[in-house]
């Protein structure tokens, strides 16, 4: 029986566990990020992977940080064969890289090398791209950038926002990392380099990157929205006031006002002028101090004042 300890945190990884167990590989621990505050009223929440393990009967390991940490110490302590990764959200130390026999891979929720580091899903969506898929990979100190063992591709649909991306990667990192496992312990497994040539990194969400550009082009900002959906959601102000915009579409519209400007308003929805002589039709929104709503809530409630020829910034 392979001796595995597992490491991830958000709800992608979850079923990932939970397929390490029902297929009978030996789950020593769970390695995941702290619980955190979430939500207005800052409740302390456990991440998915440790609510997973706990269902699973797991013992959970929480450091806030790795290196040099007593955690990282009790992890090597328990000898191992292999660390298998999935959206941690941490960089392994050198000696915990070195301990397993087998080494440490992660699955990764891209087709490297293209969008190594932490919000691949995101950033392929917000690029336009019309695949995406999983890798499972080597890990080594570098970000991302360890020798390749398996991959598998699927599209991205226009409809398709980050939530809906995660869920299907998730499922197809699932059943890649079980077809890949095998070779892994068996030592039978490919190891391709990584193209240096064609990396491309896809960062942490920064705040700069959630706001709303309108005098770019309204398929640019459709991208942005659903690929900010339904975290951390991209935003924009309106009279000082800042704005959350949940789901939108690209629309035709006759007008050549300023990005920005508020073209036309229907009972269910409005439309914000974009660059090239595009628009944007809100359907859903996030006034500041409530709670999201669709845009006919908005325009009957809060946003009943809203007017042809406001301005969005």
């Given at each position: 029986m392979t001796n595995i300890v597992f490491m991830g945190t958000p709800a992608f990884s979850a079923p990932i566990l939970r397929m390490l167990v029902e297929e009978g590989y030996n789950v020593l621990a769970v390695v995941t990020q702290p619980d955190r505050p979430v939500g207005r009223k800052k409740v302390l929440t456990a991440p998915p992977v440790k609510e997973e393990a706990v269902k699973l009967g797991l013992p959970v390991i929480q450091p806030i940080k790795l290196k040099g940490s007593p955690e990282l110490d009790e992890i090597i302590a328990l000898a191992p064969d292999l660390i298998v990764t999935a959206a941690f959200g941490q960089l392994l130390p050198k000696e915990l890289l070195d301990a397993p026999a087998l080494g440490c891979i992660?699955?990764?929720?891209?087709?490297?090398?293209?969008?190594?580091?932490?919000?691949?899903i995101?950033?392929?969506?917000?690029?336009?791209?019309?695949?995406t898929g999983v890798t499972i990979m080597y890990m080594e100190e570098k970000l991302d950038a360890g020798d390749i063992i398996s991959q598998s591709e699927i599209p991205i649909a226009h409809s398709d926002d980050t939530g809906l991306l995660f869920d299907k990667l998730s499922?197809?990192?699932?059943?890649?990392?079980?077809?890949?496992?095998?070779?892994?312990?068996?030592?039978?497994?490919?190891?391709?380099?990584?193209?240096?040539?064609?990396?491309?990194f896809a960062r942490n969400i920064s705040r700069e990157q959630e706001r709303i550009d309108w005098n770019k082009s309204a398929l640019n900002i459709?991208?942005?929205?659903?690929?900010?959906?339904?975290?951390?959601?991209?935003?924009?102000?309106l009279a000082g006031q800042t704005v959350k915009v949940w789901q939108a579409d690209t629309i035709q519209v006759k007008s050549k006002e300023l990005p920005g400007t508020v073209v036309k308003i229907?009972?269910?929805?409005?439309?914000?002028?974009?660059?090239?002589?595009?628009?944007?039709?809100?359907?859903?929104?996030?006034?500041?101090?409530?709670?999201?709503?669709?845009?006919?809530?908005?325009?009957?409630?809060?946003?009943s004042k809203l007017r042809i020829g406001d301005t969005f910034e």
């Open positions: 992660n699955v990764h929720a891209s087709l490297l090398p293209a969008y190594r580091g932490g919000a691949p995101h950033q392929a969506i917000i690029d336009g791209q019309d695949k499922k197809v990192g699932l059943d890649l990392l079980k077809e890949t496992l095998p070779s892994i312990i068996s030592k039978t497994n490919n190891r391709v380099k990584q193209d240096e040539s064609q990396v491309t459709h991208n942005q929205i659903r690929g900010l959906h339904p975290w951390p959601v991209a935003y924009t102000t229907e009972s269910d929805y409005f439309v914000v002028q974009t660059g090239l002589e595009e628009a944007i039709r809100i359907n859903e929104l996030q006034p500041a101090g409530k709670k999201k709503m669709s845009a006919e809530d908005y325009l009957r409630g809060v946003g």
